[in-house]
């Protein structure tokens, strides 16, 4: 600290210093700049957050690349059972949501110790094995979905191309285009985003992202209803039938379609990462259910629409990516602002999922090596309408290390709706499921064999049952595409 700077008993963070002294260059003094203000109960830096924002992070998250091949689902699945697994989906992730809540203090939900990520509520209400479970779940997790992203988002890159090349030239032409540098340059603009330092100050990343998602689920809503009201309506109660595939083929891609709906809901991961962005008073949890109600209850309403109508506009031919499957027809400008809005939307939900990895691997580095220079160095950069960044050496290069792996992997496995799919599936069960129940169950100190215990643990063993379903189909699904892949060269 600088000598001029005066000394205070608080737990003063050296980013909460470089607010005060950012603040006092436009005023008389330092004692013009309140110190407890910008602390919250814990010595860190005062939350910001609001439902709102929230909101925006959980909509940010959920509707991605998820809500593409919903159509696809439900085509697979047929009028009955694909609206029904998408609201049941929905709602056991804002029960199981509401449960995660409570967790983020403990051992009392309002004033207890806050738990700053996923892997610290299960650490303070479960300990012992389950939390390397969880975080070996939950940061494969993240990075995989940072894979899903980089392959979504250059899906849609590639859409653009192929959709103006069709305009020119007809739907004859070959316009043949390779997802390859397209994967480069998003994974290029990550690497400069991913040194935004910390995961509270990219709320306006969020809230742009959540925009752009209602822009292209609106385009695709749009365009669906088009053809269906020109009186092109299809699909079936059972979907797929049998007959056009074998009883084989159909039953692993409901499985696949099981796991590509479970991704769609997939954001309890964050959940306490986002709910450690909000200010209180009112309580954190409070607000945070509120926020989880106003988010899934938005986003199931647009994958209602945006599944149901796409497939009633394709039936069982629905394709895996409904705006990629939209890009050879008119109107094209509409069809690649959609996909614009969907590279936009996944530059924010990128950050959105990795920056918890971010964090939890550095503050990991800092106590593993805290004498190592290329860990702790940090280098003071004044930025013009920012004032004063960081810039850590280490946070420079890991990062950087992060994004190249996530591109490269997506470059070597660009298979959209089984990597999804199995995503969804591996993460469902564990993050959305069973830890909050049994956090809940230890929290509240539910006893075994009771009426409570018995419905938890019931709805717990049959999304077991679900994720491991979707799992084989998924897996099944990346053993065939194998069979006819070549690696770096795939092009459309």
């Not at 609201?87 to 009392?108: H, V």
């Not at 199995?422 to 049994?438: I, K, Q, R």
Request: charged share 15%.
């Amino acid at each position: 600290m600088d000598p001029e700077t005066p000394q205070t008993s608080l737990p003063v963070d050296f980013s909460v210093t470089d607010i005060c002294i950012e603040e006092t260059l436009h005023k008389e003094s330092w004692n013009n700049c309140d110190l407890k203000s910008l602390l919250d109960d814990d010595g860190r830096p005062a939350r910001r957050g609001t439902m709102w924002t929230a909101s925006a992070h959980i909509i940010t998250a959920v509707i991605g690349s998820g809500v593409l091949s919903l159509a696809w689902a439900i085509s697979q699945l047929g009028w009955i059972a694909g609206p029904g697994v998408l609201l049941a989906f929905s709602l056991i992730t804002f029960y199981t949501s509401a449960l995660l809540a409570d967790c983020y203090r403990y051992p009392d939900p309002v004033n207890g110790k806050r738990n700053y990520t996923y892997m610290d509520a299960v650490k303070a209400n479960l300990g012992g094995l389950q939390i390397w479970l969880c975080g070996l779940t939950q940061y494969s997790i993240l990075y995989g979905t940072a894979i899903g992203y980089t392959i979504t988002a250059s899906m849609s890159m590639t859409a653009i191309r192929r959709s103006n090349c069709f305009h020119e030239n007809g739907k004859q032409a070959p316009c043949h285009t390779s997802e390859n540098p397209y994967m480069i340059l998003f994974g290029t603009f990550q690497i400069l985003l991913s040194q935004i330092p910390d995961f509270d100050r990219i709320w306006w990343l969020s809230i742009v992202a959540a925009i752009m998602s209602f822009g292209y689920s609106s385009i695709g809503l749009s365009l669906a209803i088009t053809k269906v009201a020109g009186g092109h309506v299809h699909g079936s109660v059972t979907g797929v039938t049998v007959g056009t595939v074998t009883s084989a083929q159909k039953t692993w891609a409901t499985f696949r379609a099981l796991g590509n709906i479970a991704f769609a809901y997939s954001f309890s991961m964050l959940l306490i990462e986002i709910q450690d962005t909000i200010k209180s008073p009112p309580a954190e949890n409070k607000t945070m259910k509120k926020a989880t109600l106003v988010g899934i209850s938005i986003t199931t309403t647009y994958y209602m629409l945006c599944g149901c109508l796409g497939y009633a506009a394709f039936g069982d031919r629905s394709p895996a990516n409904l705006l990629t499957g939209f890009g050879f027809y008119n109107p094209f400008w509409l069809v690649d602002l959609a996909n614009v809005c969907i590279v936009v939307h996944l530059v924010g939900a990128y950050q959105v999922f990795v920056q918890p990895l971010f964090a939890f691997i550095e503050h990991w580095s800092f106590h593993k090596w805290p004498k190592s220079s290329f860990i702790h160095m940090e280098y003071s950069v004044k930025i013009p309408r920012y004032g004063l960044y960081k810039m850590s050496v280490f946070k420079l290069v890991w990062r950087t290390c992060f994004v190249v792996t996530t591109t490269i992997i997506s470059m070597m496995l660009p298979f959209f709706t089984d990597v999804l799919s199995l995503l969804g599936a591996v993460g469902f069960w564990p993050l959305t499921v069973y830890f909050p129940v049994e956090m809940y169950i230890v929290h509240r100190k539910i006893q075994r064999f009771t009426t409570k215990w018995m419905i938890l643990q019931t709805l717990s063993f049959v999304c077991l049952l679900v994720s491991l379903a979707a799992a084989c189909g998924s897996i099944e699904g990346v053993v065939q595409d194998l069979k006819m892949y070549k690696p770096f060269k795939t092009t459309y």
